[in-house]
């Protein structure tokens, strides 16, 4: 399970907010690319080892051209692409 929390929007070349995450309960924040490594999508997930994890991917990956998903770790604040 899922939220999209923001959509870039490309002809103003910003992140538009678009819900307000309820952090309880999904505690995993991604974002989605494109293979130029443009971020198309910011949401937050319950879920980011397992195959419920690359939902926002697969819902995305043929409507928005997205074709990697990238969860942050929060004990390297880094970006990991699964």
């Known amino acids: 399970m899922y939220i999209i929390t923001h959509e870039f929007d490309f002809d103003s070349n910003i992140m538009i907010k678009k819900n307000d995450a ?13 293979d130029d490594g443009v971020i198309y999508f910011e949401g937050c997930s319950t879920s980011c080892d ?13 409507s ?6 990238q969860y942050y770790d929060t004990e390297t604040n880094t970006w ?3």
């Open 22 to 34: 309820d952090y309880k309960k999904f505690p995993f924040t991604f974002r989605l690319l494109d």
């Open 50 to 62: 397992d195959n419920k994890a690359f939902a926002p991917l697969d819902d995305t990956m043929y």
């Open 64 to 69: 928005d051209g997205c074709t990697s998903i």
């Open 80 to 82: 990991k692409t699964l």
